[in-house]
């Protein structure tokens, strides 16, 4: 009997070294180093490298940082494996993007990255990594410091465009004037307002500028672009000037100040005779009232008043109460949907049919996660009677994990018996209790 827990004690104290031997490692850097400007993509690379492999897909923190706007990491991890001392290690790795909006110096907050993974195979754990501490500094050129706004890119252009030509104007005419702005890598929200005026004599209805942006899947700003549109009426003729339109840039390729500008626009407006203004309606008739007592407009303001206070009190705790909740379990449900079994499934089809095998065995551990709650790795991963879908995982596992170099994998066939399985259970394999061959062959 004492050998026996001797022999228990020692099995476990094994199991301890082994788990710090080969405990998961995180690697952090910042892109570009230095040199980095307010408005300008900072790209945070964040790997994630565990030995044997994941029994999960790993779950990255969502963080925020003051006087920044961060954009978290998008939907397609990039897995790679690499060597640390002996040991092959699987990675995973993920890009947030930071936008600082301000000179000086940011600095990331702590955060924790949640990692499953065989620790000893076919024992599995979830450990909990720091994220490594890191900084970086952003500013201004001197040739910009003066500028109300800045704006660092590769390209902007300027455009503008008229609802019809300038020309023939008569009073009483409208005339739209569209200037859109385009800017390469840049958030359409730094691009500043234009200021449209007019000389007096011309009435100026602007619109409400239309802000657009254009991104990669993985959060990369492709442009930005602000569109402004404003409507002149032509009251009294005449001939006008609208001023030109200059806007100042900082061109990260030659690092010099750049000026965009529109021409001067010049309208002549000829008189028109058969032009009647709008009048004002006629003026309803005066009643003279009839005397009312200070006491009596007392009650009714009482009366009226009231009512209206206790149903906006009741609206504004209605609001207090309920919004927060409805709001979150708005998100609530869009996550759900969004990270949801089948949607996870459909990727994973995708995936395979697209012979991806790294993205194919990421989304097969996120489903596999979904479509098991509760259960580990090792209890999902059992002996099945299917021997095709055994074959075509065992073969995903040889493609990534083989020591002699990445295998040609093709996934169609997988994805056919992975679509097959899942029909087999009812689409519900959260609620079956079937099973999967291993993952990974040893």
Same mark, same amino acid.
């Given at each position: 009997?004492?050998?026996?827990?001797?022999?228990?004690?020692?099995?476990?104290?094994?199991?301890?070294?082994?788990?710090?031997?080969?405990?998961?490692?995180?690697?952090?850097?910042?892109?570009?180093?230095?040199?980095?400007?307010?408005?300008?993509?900072?790209?945070?690379?964040?790997?994630?490298?565990?030995?044997?492999?994941?029994?999960?897909?790993?779950?990255?923190?969502?963080?925020?940082?003051?006087?920044?706007?961060?954009?978290?990491?998008?939907?397609?991890?990039?897995?790679?494996? *690499?060597?640390? !001392?002996?040991?092959? $290690?699987?990675?995973? #790795? +993920?890009?947030?993007?930071?936008?600082?909006? %301000?000179? =000086? /110096?940011?600095?990331?907050?702590?955060?924790?990255?949640?990692?499953?993974?065989?620790?000893?195979?076919?024992?599995?754990?979830?450990?909990?990594?720091?994220?490594?501490?890191?900084?970086?500094?952003?500013?201004?050129?001197?040739?910009?410091?003066?500028?109300?706004?800045?704006?660092?890119?590769?390209?902007?252009?300027?455009?503008?465009?008229?609802?019809?030509?300038?020309?023939?104007?008569?009073?009483?005419?409208?005339?739209?004037?569209?200037?859109?702005?385009?800017?390469?890598?840049?958030?359409?929200?730094?691009?500043?307002?234009?200021?449209?005026?007019?000389?007096?004599?011309?009435?100026?209805?602007?619109?409400?500028?239309?802000?657009?942006?254009?991104? *990669?899947?993985? !959060?990369?700003?492709? $442009?930005?672009?602000? #569109? +402004?549109?404003?409507?002149?009426?032509?009251? %009294?003729? =005449? /001939?006008?000037?609208?001023?030109?339109?200059?806007?100042?840039?900082?061109?990260?390729?030659?690092?010099?100040?750049?000026?965009?500008?529109?021409?001067?626009?010049?309208?002549?407006?000829?008189?028109?005779?058969?032009?009647?203004?709008?009048?004002?309606?006629?003026?309803?008739?005066?009643?003279?009232?009839?005397?009312?007592?200070?006491?009596?407009?007392?009650?009714?303001?009482?009366?009226?008043?009231?009512?209206?206070?206790?149903?906006?009190?009741?609206?504004?705790?209605?609001?207090?109460?309920?919004?927060?909740?409805?709001?979150?379990?708005?998100?609530?449900?869009?996550?759900?949907?969004?990270?949801?079994?089948?949607?996870?499934?459909?990727?994973?089809?995708?995936?395979?049919?697209?012979?991806?095998?790294?993205?194919?065995?990421?989304?097969?551990?996120?489903?596999?996660?979904?479509?098991?709650?509760?259960?580990?790795?090792?209890?999902?991963?059992?002996?099945?009677?299917?021997?095709?879908?055994?074959?075509?995982?065992?073969?995903?596992?040889?493609?990534?994990?083989?020591?002699?170099?990445?295998?040609?994998?093709?996934?169609?066939?997988?994805?056919?018996?992975?679509?097959?399985?899942?029909?087999?259970?009812?689409?519900?394999?959260?609620?079956?209790?079937?099973?999967?061959?291993?993952?990974?062959?040893?």
């Amino acid at each position: 009997m004492k050998l026996c827990r001797s022999m228990t004690l020692l099995f476990a104290v094994l199991d301890t070294v082994i788990a710090f031997a080969q405990s998961p490692v995180v690697r952090a850097h910042i892109e570009p180093s230095n040199g980095i400007l307010v408005g300008q993509p900072v790209r945070l690379v964040v790997a994630v490298y565990v030995p044997n492999y994941f029994t999960g897909s790993p779950e990255f923190p969502e963080f925020e940082m003051e006087n920044a706007i961060v954009v978290l990491p998008q939907d397609r991890p990039e897995n790679s494996n *690499t060597q640390i !001392g002996s040991t092959t $290690y699987a990675g995973i #790795t +993920e890009i947030y993007i930071i936008y600082p909006q %301000q000179a =000086g /110096d940011f600095h990331l907050p702590p955060a924790q990255i949640v990692v499953p993974y065989a620790v000893a195979p076919p024992k599995s754990i979830q450990a909990k990594v720091p994220l490594p501490t890191l900084s970086f500094h952003a500013n201004v050129p001197a040739a910009a410091e003066g500028l109300d706004y800045f704006l660092p890119t590769t390209s902007l252009t300027i455009q503008q465009r008229w609802s019809r030509p300038p020309e023939h104007l008569r009073v009483g005419d409208s005339i739209e004037r569209t200037i859109t702005i385009t800017a390469t890598k840049m958030q359409a929200m730094l691009i500043p307002p234009l200021s449209l005026n007019a000389p007096e004599g011309i009435r100026v209805y602007p619109e409400e500028p239309i802000v657009q942006e254009h991104k *990669t899947y993985r !959060g990369d700003f492709v $442009y930005g672009r602000r #569109t +402004e549109t404003a409507k002149y009426f032509l009251k %009294q003729e =005449g /001939d006008y000037t609208l001023q030109p339109i200059e806007l100042q840039w900082w061109n990260l390729s030659t690092h010099r100040l750049v000026t965009v500008s529109i021409p001067a626009v010049h309208l002549t407006v000829a008189a028109n005779p058969n032009y009647v203004a709008e009048l004002p309606p006629e003026a309803a008739p005066i009643v003279a009232a009839k005397p009312v007592s200070k006491s009596k407009l007392y009650r009714r303001a009482v009366l009226i008043a009231m009512p209206s206070c206790i149903a906006a009190m009741f609206f504004l705790w209605a609001i207090w109460h309920f919004l927060p909740r409805a709001l979150h379990k708005f998100a609530i449900c869009r996550k759900q949907q969004r990270f949801s079994e089948s949607a996870i499934f459909r990727k994973l089809l995708d995936a395979c049919k697209r012979n991806h095998d790294w993205e194919s065995y990421t989304l097969l551990l996120e489903w596999l996660r979904i479509a098991y709650p509760g259960r580990t790795i090792d209890r999902v991963l059992q002996q099945e009677d299917n021997a095709a879908l055994r074959s075509e995982i065992d073969g995903l596992g040889a493609a990534m994990f083989a020591k002699t170099g990445n295998a040609e994998w093709r996934g169609s066939r997988l994805a056919a018996l992975l679509k097959q399985q899942r029909k087999a259970t009812g689409d519900q394999p959260s609620r079956q209790t079937h099973r999967l061959p291993k993952l990974n062959p040893q």
